[in-house]
Structures are given as C-alpha cells and as structure tokens.
C-alpha cells in the first residue's frame, strides 16, 4: 500500500504544479492579451486622429486667371509664366500666429516666416519637443538659422561655398556642413563641391524617425530639384514648413527656363497634393532696389517671356498632413 499512496502522492503534486504552471501561463497570457488589446486601441486612436486631421486640410481654391489656359506642362511660355505667377501670389491658408525672423538690418534679406501654430511648431505648446531644421543655402548670413537654434532646435546649415570648417558649431548651436544638395552623392563635383541627396543627409546625421520641422533652401537655384527629391522619397509627410526662395531667370521663352518654370508649377501643385499649403510670398525685390528704392517685381513681370530678367520669389508651405516621421533606407 505504501507504493501507491507514495505514487497518489507523486501524482497529487504533479497535479498542483500542472495547475500551478496553468495559472501562471494563464495570467501571463491574459496580461498579454491586455498589452495587445492596449496596443490596438492606441492605433486606432492615432488613426483617428490623423483622419480627423486630414480632414481639415483646407482646400486649394481655383485660380480663375488661369482659366483658359493650355494644360501645365503643354502651354506656351507666356500661359506657363503667368500661370506660375497667379500661384504665387494665391495664398492658400491664413497663418494666424506667426513672425519673420532673421534677416539683414538694412533690408530684410535673409529673414523668412515661421508659422508658430503648435499644428505646425509642436515647440509652441511643448517646450521638450526636440525640433530639427535643415537649411540650404547660408551665403554669409546665418540669421535665421540662428534665430531656430536659439529657439531651441537642432539646426543643420548647408553651404559649400563657405569660408568655413566642415562640422563648424556656431554659439546659437547651429552646425555646419560645408556640403550642398544635389540629386545626387559626390565627394567632388564640377565645382569641387561636396554634394549630397536630401535622402542621404537624413540617414548621415542619423535623423531617422524624426520630423523635419522646418526645411530652407535658398541656393540660389535647384528649388524644384529639392522639392522634386520631397516626392520622390515619400517625405512630404514628414516636413512640416518649408520655406525656399525661388530664382526665375528670363527668357522664360528659352527652353531650359521654360522647363524650370513648369517644374516649379509641377512641384508645388503636387505637394498640395500632399497636404502642402502656400500661406506667405514676399517678393525678394532687393537686388532691384539700389538703382531703385521703389522698384517693385512688377515692373520686371511683361520683359520676363522674352528677355533676360529674374523674378526673386520666397514662398513659405505649412503641410497640414505631416503625419509620420522620416524613413529612409
């Protein structure tokens, strides 16, 4: 007899632990499943919230002059040109709290618009959101970055043009990179410069995952090449202002400014597409004010189809629709 109850016993204490191990599984499972069911309404929670968000994006209004007009990319010189400048000149959205920082003293040049509503400069409410900027195109006035970096954001200018040290650190904390952008990665272009793809930078400098809460680009040309590089890599929704000055050289009639002309008009329509929307023009009229302190870009408008004026434009976008950090392979 004693075998079997040694046996019963053996069996009884197998039996508790088979149960003891059951209800453990059981409440690491259940917890689990809690974790997961917590995960899930998280997610739909964000998507809920993107859509609503998406679904304030405010259209972007017909622009009647330009009813009329051949299709973009197959009108003559003059549709294209004045077809780009209504665009121009149409804003899209009423930033309602905002200012132009930077700049030279004397004129203004170099200072550009930030929409500080907190949909667009999430630093506006939450002074621990770690902004970043990119700016192309420094040309001796680092004002503006300055003015981002002192706001509190990691800030990245571009220039290989400058007089100045590859990773050069300014007191505002903006850092240099005496690299320019391209459509492509070179260690030495025609120029002798070093270039690099927008794509390549966000990977360089590790800014994987992060929001790009302000892009400038004023290298005194390739504006639409950049913009053209936004599309491209699927990162139009991972910036939240962009702000470019744009460089149109005349005669628009010429084949190489006609198709620039079209490339912007091509470029900007489709990152309205992408919730992108034009809310401040200025018009950089400066290099026309030394002969003439009331020169206006008007004036250079009826001579640019067939002659070889420039129109100097700085547009500034907020994107309605930054809606996923940068991911690039």
Avoid at 57 to 82: L, R, T, Y
Avoid at 170 to 178: A, D, L, N, P, Y
Avoid at 255 to 280: E, I
Wanted: overall charge negative; hydrophobic content about 35%.
């Amino acid at each position: 007899m004693a075998p079997n109850r040694t046996v019963l016993v053996v069996i009884l204490i197998a039996f508790v632990a088979v149960l003891i191990v059951i209800h453990l599984n059981s409440s690491t499972l259940m917890s689990q499943l809690n974790q997961v069911k917590k995960l899930t309404l998280a997610v739909e929670h964000e998507e809920q919230e993107v859509h609503a968000l998406l679904q304030k994006i405010p259209p972007v209004q017909e622009i009647h002059e330009n009813k009329g007009f051949a299709k973009p990319g197959e009108a003559s010189p003059k549709e294209e040109f004045e077809r780009l400048w209504n665009y121009v000149y149409t804003m899209q959205y009423n930033c309602s709290h905002g200012e132009y920082l930077g700049g030279k003293p004397e004129n203004g040049d170099g200072a550009y618009w930030l929409c500080s509503e907190p949909r667009f400069w999430p630093r506006e409410t939450d002074k621990d959101y770690k902004c970043l900027m990119y700016s192309f195109g420094v040309g001796g006035d680092f004002t503006f970055d300055d003015e981002i970096a002192n706001r509190g954001c990691e800030v990245h200018s571009f220039d290989p043009t400058e007089n100045l040290e590859d990773g050069h650190v300014r007191e505002s904390g903006v850092t240099f990179h005496k690299i320019g952008i391209s459509a492509t990665d070179t260690d030495k272009d025609g120029n002798g410069w070093k270039m690099r793809t927008l794509k390549t930078l966000i990977k360089d400098l590790g800014h994987n995952g992060r929001y790009i809460d302000y892009l400038k680009m004023d290298t005194e040309s390739y504006e639409e090449g950049l913009m053209q590089q936004v599309l491209d890599n699927d990162l139009a929704k991972c910036v939240r202002h962009y702000a470019q000055e744009i460089h149109l050289w005349g005669p628009i009639s010429s084949p190489d400014k006609l198709a620039k002309c079209r490339h912007l008009y091509r470029a900007m329509t489709q990152l309205n597409d992408h919730g992108w929307r034009l809310y401040n023009t200025t018009d950089n009229c400066r290099w026309l004010q030394s002969p003439d302190p009331h020169a206006r870009q008007v004036q250079v408008k009826p001579s640019m189809v067939n002659s070889g004026n420039a129109i100097l434009w700085e547009t500034m976008f907020v994107n309605f629709a930054a809606t996923e950090p940068c991911k690039v392979e």
